[in-house]
């Protein structure tokens, strides 16, 4: 797939009244955040913007814009529509029918991406969606303290405070920059990265015993079935943390954490080193994500579904 130019997409926006924005289901920081970053700085440019995205953690109200961020679409009274930080079509969830009735751009960083827009930029070498956000911005909307402040919360959750070897030299002087607009970096870093509620401590100890170690050590493999979050007071919103949790065990190379949504439908977590590239196992399963965390929802019981994946990792590891 060949990418359009960041100015072919800027005179789209340009010479388009009413956008939409969206991003992928289940939404992480860096899809809340680009979604902000995007629609604070196509309102500067006085366009009508709606952003519709599925329900997110809390940890995100405090990002600039979050709190106008609407669920789903009614109609599809748009000019363009905007996908952000979405692999396929699909991953847009209930923003899929816009993707397929819009004049679509879509701006990703997912190596899996399938080029589904009428215009696409997508950059798998990127550290986040909300980084290619700040470039398409670069010369043609000012920046201001709010754009400044979703945009940067997009790159620390997606490289993980500047840790993910996503993280460049370009990711660090785009966040330079973005500091002189006075962000309260300490603050975002503590509320992302630091602090959790109590439910999802609880959520974390009950998903390490249920952790279990193969490949010599190398695999870390855990899972909490819907009984097991609810009876902990929890919802699927309160579990991300935890496959980078049983990942940074010493001596893992691979970790995987399979939660039920709902009874029949588990969601798959990958995470990984330089060992093994885990988008190519998720691809496998319906999924994707990138090299080392990606993702896959699959259907059957625990028993049924676990070890096909867990096999693939293996083999993924030993081959
Ligand atoms: P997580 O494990 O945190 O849900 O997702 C890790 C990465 O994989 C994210 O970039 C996410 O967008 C991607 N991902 C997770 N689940 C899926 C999925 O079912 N399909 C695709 N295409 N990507 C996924
Ligand atoms: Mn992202």
Redesign the pocket.
Known sequence: MKNNSFDEIREKIDESEKIAVAA?V?P?G??VSSCCGMALALEKKGKKVSVFLEDFSDKFDMIPYAEKILGKAENDDFDLFIAL????K??LGESKGLAEKVFTVNIDH?I?NTGFGELNFVDAEASSASEIVYRLLDGWCEMDAEIACAIYTGIIF?TACFKHSSTTPLTMSIAGELMKYGIPFTEIQEKLFYSHTFVEARLLAAAIKNTSLECGGRLAVSNLSIEEIELNGGTSKDV?AI?SYIKNTTGVDAAA?FYEKRKGEI?????SNEAVNV?EI??KF?????VR?????LYGGFEEVMPKLVDELKKALEG
């Open positions: 992928h289940n992480d860096d899809a930080d979405c692999g396929d699909e991953r997912h899996s997606d991300d496959v954490f969601k798959a977590s990958m995470r988008s998720a691809v319906g999924g994707g994500g990138h965390a990606s993702g896959c929802t």
